[in-house]
């Protein structure tokens, strides 16, 4: 004979294991469908544009503007990393830094990415549109366009320089930023703009040195595997001392005051060591120690802009 009660415990525990089953299910897709937009990239976009929003106005940002902003340009970013994914998922699998993503490992097929990048990309124009202006969605459609079409579809396997002239989208958050919540574009927001893509090949650069064999594997033509790691190091150091001449620029035109300056020069000698010392390919493991300190360079450098505006504006 059953026993009801053992009978009723087995049901309830096949039930919780369903139920568990079917959570972690979800949180696992959740999990694979946020990495595929790249979060910590979009965090360091979203910063530089809200640090264009703030530069912008002398005061208190307009609220709607900017937070509506933040979210369009964040999702719209994320929708453009979502596509490379899709693009880049054949070569993804045969490289060591990338071949753990979601697409690679068969836990997300290109169909769902693309369909989940067109719902970020649709909601991302929609409410810059609405909510925002009409020229910071244009700027932003042609941004995400710009990375996710331009540059991962034919500029990264064509030309060595694919990342100078692809950094072009990777710098405008700034200005998107600047024009949500002034509705135009003027000199200043383009400076943010140089200083960006002027710090991107020196970025990348040294992951792409570390990660040589990697892209030799593929065959994108990133600069160390067509032309040689020695000579992309002298361009990285070439590049970082042409960053921090263009870092002082926004001092020179009363952008930004004293305490952006010196952090503007201590950041920059900080920067300029580490590119100094990737010179000597003796240190191994300086190219990704130099990739990792350029992003908290760059925050950094973000960083001192804010807290140098709204000093300013304490003290008048």
């Known amino acids: 004979m059953v026993n009801p009660v053992n009978n009723s415990s087995e049901s309830i525990d096949a039930a919780e ?18 990495e595929v937009t790249k979060p910590k990239v979009v965090l360091l976009l979203v910063f530089t544009a809200v640090v264009g929003m703030a530069l912008a106005i002398p005061g208190m940002v307009p609220l709607q503007e900017t937070f509506f902003g933040i979210i369009g340009i964040g999702l719209a970013s994320a929708s453009a990393a979502a596509i490379n994914h ?30 989940f990048a067109a719902v970020l990309g649709v909601v991302a124009m929609i409410l ?5 202006n009409v020229l910071t969605a244009v700027l932003t459609f042609l941004s995400l366009i710009g990375y996710a079409c331009v540059y991962t579809m034919y500029l990264k396997r064509a030309t060595p320089q694919n ?9 405008m958050p700034p200005v998107l930023g600047w024009a ?17 893509f002027i710090w991107t090949p020196p970025h990348f650069w040294a992951l792409a040195i570390h990660r040589r064999d990697d892209y030799a594997k593929v065959n994108i033509p990133m600069l160390p595997v067509t032309h040689g790691n020695q000579y992309t190091r ?4 070439l590049y970082t001392i042409l960053l921090l001449l263009v870092t002082i620029a926004p001092y020179l035109i009363q952008m930004s005051g004293m305490i952006y300056l010196i952090a503007a020069v201590v950041l920059g ?7 100094i010392k990737i010179q000597n390919p003796q240190h191994e493991e300086e190219p990704i120690r130099m990739f990792v300190v350029s992003i908290k360079y760059l925050m950094g450098l973000f960083a001192a802009l804010l807290v140098d505006h709204y000093a300013a504006l304490l003290v008048s």
Do not use: C, Y
């Open 86 to 115: 899709v693009v880049d998922q054949h070569a993804d699998a045969q490289m060591k830094r990338t071949n753990k993503r979601p697409i690679p490992q068969g836990n997300l097929t290109s169909t769902h990415v693309l369909l």
């Open 180 to 196: 949500a919540v002034t509705g135009e574009v003027t000199a200043e927001p383009l400076l943010l703009f140089l200083i960006v």
């Open 17 to 34: 294991i369903v139920t568990t089953g079917s959570a972690a299910a979800t949180s696992s897709i959740v999990s694979d469908l946020l």
């Open 128 to 132: 810059l549109v609405v909510f925002v």
């Open 163 to 171: 990342i100078v002239i692809g950094g072009v989208a990777g710098a």
């Open 269 to 275: 000698a900080w920067f300029l060591f580490h590119a």
């Open 234 to 237: 002298v361009q990285i150091l």
